[in-house]
């Protein structure tokens, strides 16, 4: 957390303007539950199939267990539902069709879902996330939707080793961010920016991030089967 609060100063905020995502990604539910008991307060998880089955666990290990569900990862839409159920943010609205699928499930399911909007500021294919030249219509589109909350901007950095050379992506998603703002669009409240894991979050806090989302830092190399 020294990281974290000495880059928050250089950009002129406290260490309690950011939230830190533990992502818990491949890691079991004992981890989860340790994180949490030690003062982590928000857990990211990128697969659905996995939170649903650790989320499911961690009802009959530790009912009482209290913390903010954030899905940072790609969003099918025949994974909509379970999305809702399990999250209370989601990171990756990344197209009309999939804002269309979360609107209409939150309507069956009478509740208002914050989402994020996801940017591809690298531009790279292998990313996902919508154009930065769309990010303006794709913003006007959603927030015309019942039931929709848009409450900020998330992107992932290009995986460059150099934290400088993804400074750009950062800014990009930042300046973004002010367009939005500045356009004074109903239902759209440009709160968060989600930006910024391991290798890089202290160069997306200078950028204006306010989510960082960080797993290997935190629990060490993910454990894959």
């Known amino acids: 957390m020294n990281r974290v609060e000495s880059a928050a100063k250089r950009s002129g905020k406290a260490l309690e303007d950011i939230t830190l995502v533990a992502v818990t990604k491949t890691h079991p539910v004992e981890t989860i539950i340790e994180a949490v008991n030690a003062g982590v307060t928000d857990i990211g998880e990128n697969k659905i199939q996995e939170a649903e089955t650790k989320f499911s666990e961690l009802d009959l290990k530790a009912p009482d267990l209290k913390f ?3 899905f940072i990862g790609h969003l099918q839409t025949n994974k909509v539902k379970k999305a809702l159920r399990y999250f209370d943010l989601i ?7 999939l804002a269309e699928a979360v609107s209409s ?11 994020l909007v996801q940017v591809n500021t690298s531009e790279e294919d292998s990313k996902f996330g919508a154009d930065p030249e769309d990010i303006i219509d794709l913003v006007k589109f959603v927030s015309r939707l019942p039931r929709v909350k848009i409450r900020g901007l998330m992107t992932i950095g290009a995986f460059l080793p150099d934290p400088e050379d993804v400074r750009p992506c950062f800014r990009m998603l930042r300046e973004l961010s002010d367009e939005i703002k500045n356009a004074g669009l109903e239902a759209v409240d440009m709160k968060y920016l989600s930006m910024g894991m391991t290798n890089d979050f202290e160069t997306a806090i200078e950028e204006g991030a306010n989510i960082i989302r960080v797993g290997t830092a935190i629990f060490g190399p993910r454990r894959y089967n």
Not at 91 to 97: A, L, N, Q, W
Not at 105 to 115: F, P, Y
């Open 68 to 70: 903010t569900r954030h």
């Open 91 to 97: 990171h990756s609205i990344d197209s009309k069709h």
């Open 105 to 115: 499930e939150a309507e069956k399911s009478g509740i208002d879902v914050e989402a």
